[in-house]
């Protein structure tokens, strides 16, 4: 039948403007301990990290599924991204406790590991820009401290205080 197909279809979407508007929100967003964080935007994604690139969190565009990634990219060497991932793992219940069920934690090409969640977005506004930027932070608060801990090798995980 003509129209019926059943996969999505793929359209463009500009999303250049989201992605260089969106870092600077994150970090306003920011507690002031944190807000030291070095970013980096593409047209369809933008990275936060702390110190090393390769571990960082990432605000991710999908055309052909219209769906934006948001959560943090173990990219660093397999036996750091497993040590994070393990331990990552290990607190999935109070991760998923303080952001949310939709997360999911998975190997991913080449060794590396992200911890995630998608969602739909039909259009790039400055709404979308100020609720992504927010919950990006939120993400970053509760994750980057478990990530340093790990990254030391120490199994002793704190969650992060609000502020």
Known sequence: ??????????????????????PSQVVAALPAGMKGVSHRARSS?????????RLHFEAWWHPNTGRLELGLHLEAEPAMNDRIANGLARQ???????LGQQ?????????WVRLYETYPVEVFNAAEIKRTAARMAELIVVIWPMCQELRKGDAKIRLAVRE
């Open 1 to 22: 039948m003509r129209g019926s197909s059943t996969h999505r279809e793929r359209r463009f979407v500009r999303t250049a403007g989201f992605f260089r508007a969106l």
């Open 45 to 53: 994604q933008a990275q936060w990290f702390y110190g090393d690139p």
């Open 92 to 98: 999935l219940l109070l991760i998923k406790a303080r």
């Open 103 to 111: 997360f999911d934690l998975e190997p991913w090409d080449r060794g």
